[in-house]
Each structure stands twice: as C-alpha cells, then as structure tokens.
C-alpha cells in the first residue's frame, strides 16, 4: 500500500490502523472514498461547556458530528473502535494560544491529564464529495490547491469566551448549476448546509474576492457565480482567539476519519 | 380578548405579554398560528453540561433549538425580548426529582440562585402543523386527546448522569398518506424529524398500542398505519429518572412561544 490510490478504496478501519502505526502520517484528502472525515477539537473540560454552546449556537459553521465524555478516547458512534489520541496522522497541541509542537501520537497528553473533550466537527469534504457526483465543479480540487477561505462581517453567536465572526470558503459555481448547489448542500447540515452568500461578496463585507484570507485564490471563469458556504476555520479561530491554556486540534488537513459515509449525513 | 380563536391570531410577542401579566394562564395549544412552540427546560449549570450533551448525542428526541447562559433569562435567538422566567402560562418545579408545587411565574428562583441554564427544546406541535397543511389527519387533535406516547427499547446514548430509552409518540396515517409524512416531518430535524418506526411497534418494544405508556389512545382506522416519532417526553423522563438537586419545566401544554415560524424551521 504504497499511493492514495489505494488508500483512497480502503475502509476506515484499515486507514486508522496505519494510521495508528504510524505508516501513514501525511494529509487525508482522498482516503476511504465515500466516508465523512472530520475536524478535531480537544479542549480541557473547564472550556468544553462554552466550546459546546458555541457550537450549538452555531451550528452552520460549526457542525457537532460528536462529543465524547471526558478523557474518552474512542468517537464510540462514527467510529466504533477508534483511538481520538492515535488515529490522526498528525495533531497540533497550543498551549495558551501558541503553537507549542506537532506530534502524530497525543496519547501522552490523555494520560498526563483527564480532562480532556474531545469534538468532531463536520467538514466540507463530505458536501463536495456530493457536489462532485452531481458534476458540479470543485474548482479548488481541480486546481490542487487550498479553498479560499474569507473572514467575513457576519457575527457568530457568542457563548462564553467563544466569539467572533463567520468564515466562509467559496467555490465558484457555473450559473446553471447554482440551485442544483444549494440544494444538494442544503440537505445536509450536518457538513455546513446551504451556501450563506450567492454571488455578492460585498453583502457580508469581503472587499477583495481575489484575496482569501486564508487559503488560496482559484479561478472565477467567465459565467461563474462565487458561492460562499460557512466554513470549519471559524470555531477554530474562536478557540486560538480565545488562547486557551490547553488544545489539541487535527494538524491541516490530517482528519479523522469516521465510518459514516457522507450520504448518510443526509438524514 | 376572551377566547382562543382570538389568540390564534395574534402575535407571539402579544400572547407572552398577557402570559407575564397572567392574564392568560391556560395551555397554549393553538395560539399564535404558525408560530413555534418549544418545551423548557431548566437545570442548574452543574448539570447542564450533561444534559447539553445529552441532547447533542439524542437530537431525534432532544432538539434543541436555544440554550441560554447560566443566570440569563431571554431567549434572544427565538424571542427577543422574551422573559423565560415569566413568559410560560405554568410552570412546575421539582427538588431531588420530587414535584414541589407548580407556579405561574418563576423569577424568584433565578433571583435566589445564578446558576441556572435555559433550554429551548423543540416540539411536535411544529410537524403537526405542516401535517395538516397537507391535509394528513392528526387523530389525537381530531379526538381533543392528548397524543398517545409509548416507551420503547431503543435505548439513547447516555450523557453523564442522563440515559434511559426513547419514548416515541404515535399518529395512524393512512396508507397513501405515509410517504407524505415521513417527507414533510424528515425536513423538519428540529422538531423531531422523521418517523422512528412506520407499522411494526412490536419491532421497537410497544406491546400493547392499545395502551399507551403517556397521554391518551387514539383510533386507528382501517387502512391507517402506526407511526411512531421520537418524543420530547424522552430528556423529561431523562431529566427525572436522575433526580436533579433542582429543576424547573414547563407544565404539560404550557409551553414558550417562540417568534420564529413552524415552516423557518425547515431551513
């Protein structure tokens, strides 16, 4: 098992196991066709009650797909069997807001404390995996870049010393493909649901389409509408914004894995 | 203002305003048409971690549509402007999971203490709305009964100190009325959603549909089936079975009137 090819046709559990071991440590784009990846949250209990609020305050940008007790280890309902600690194939740790190391094992972290909460938050990959199907266009993936991602005047609900506004990532979508977009990533809520803007950037303050703030531009070509849809960088933001003493998050790129496949976030 | 018909058609805002100065201390079934009615629930934060989880991993039975922060007493989101403590027409209180007397207004306790948490939890009343506006009959409405609700053998994922299995109320649907059904509740995730069991109530642990577990039985027609949908009795029960220190719900039928509309609930 030397290329994505084959991981890409490879269920969950067995990418976890090499993951586990080790053997695969580099991004996940591509692995397990089919299959909702998510993005990993970690923060001491003290913090999770504001986290979970916010992110039930806002549920577009910040999709729960599960929460774990404390010092839980295994996302029991998306992936029976699975270790939070080891299943990455590579984690960020902060340390009150800085970046204090990248790691693919955090299991010492688990055992130096109990406290810890572990959050799987939805991803877009699992709504442009829909997108694909229905031969809407992915311009960021036929680019092979990063999406372009936009800070933004729309407020997020605050909850605690969670806050600050929404980020979106755009994608442009052929005008008569447009519905067809809304309508697919509408229905599923549980990866960020409908687009939040349609065409007028300025409508929710971004001054300069050309220049995301995070990410990378991609073409806009002639007939094509940019469609903004809320984005997972904003609870990641809130948390560095708030500098909590202690956190882990999946390194960019390096999801978890789950064994949901995307259709089913559906229903 | 001396009867019902005339609150059908006035506005939340309106209704919640007659509630605070008890002038109306009924249940609230049927006033503000269109608009959306939620069951409350109210913990001290030492709990509310807890039961927020609980409702996260339970969204079927438990959707939450606000959760406000320890000590605040407006759902700012649902009802701007709203008093959570005196804008319910009842209200009971219960200490160690015993009832200890039912008020019409609650203040004092949020005056005593500043560590209770306000939850929003959406309710049937929304899906049965958009049921007959598709003309498919609500029996229990027709008969002036309350619903018919069963406990099942589906057990929730627990949370903390709350668990126990769901509890679904029942609604017999003709047979070419069951598509529409499952379509219109399953585009309403937060109120319940879709069905949980169409037809076999043996196959979620009902034994006798004759005799519901809560509320009232209904008819079943020649040519209806059972349908059987998640429950907002199931985090009640939750609630009660751990016997919280303290708690405060509203009395049956007596419930909060949000500003937003049964069909927003959609989106």
Chains 1, 2 share one sequence.
């Not at 829909?130 to 993936?141: F, G, N, T």
């Not at 349609?198 to 806009?220: L, M, Q, R, S």
Request: glycine fraction near 6%; charged fraction near 20%; aromatic fraction near 10%.
């Amino acid at each position: 098992m030397s290329n994505e090819m084959n991981y890409a046709k490879m269920s969950p559990a067995e990418v976890r196991a090499l993951i586990r071991k080790q053997e695969i440590t580099c991004p996940t784009t591509g692995m397990c066709d089919g299959y909702a990846q998510g993005n990993l949250v970690i923060l001491p209990k003290a913090l999770a009650w504001d986290f979970l609020l916010y992110c039930q305050r806002n549920p577009r940008p910040c999709p729960l797909l599960e929460v774990i007790d404390a010092g839980s280890r295994e996302f029991a309902e998306f992936a029976p069997g699975s270790d939070v600690a080891t299943d990455l194939p590579k984690y960020r740790v902060y340390e009150h807001g800085e970046l204090t190391g990248e790691y693919t094992d955090v299991s010492k972290f688990f055992e130096q404390r109990d406290d810890l909460v572990s959050f799987l938050i939805g991803c877009s990959f699992s709504f442009e995996s829909a997108l694909l199907e229905a031969d809407v266009p992915v311009r960021q993936i036929e680019e092979g870049v990063n999406v372009p991602m936009y800070d933004t005047n729309v407020p997020c609900r605050s909850a605690g010393v969670f806050h600050g506004n929404m980020v979106v990532s755009m994608r442009p979508i052929p005008y008569r493909q447009v519905s067809t977009a809304v309508a697919i990533t509408a229905a599923m809520p549980r990866v960020h649901g409908a687009p939040l803007q349609i065409g007028f950037p300025e409508a929710i303050g971004i001054k300069d389409i050309a220049h995301p703030d995070y990410g990378d531009p991609v073409t806009i070509k002639e007939g094509e509408v940019p469609v903004f849809w809320p984005c997972g960088v904003t609870p990641q933001n809130a948390v560095m914004r708030s500098k909590p003493d202690f956190c882990i998050t999946h390194a960019p790129g390096h999801m978890f894995i789950s064994d949901i496949k995307n259709v089913s976030l559906k229903y």
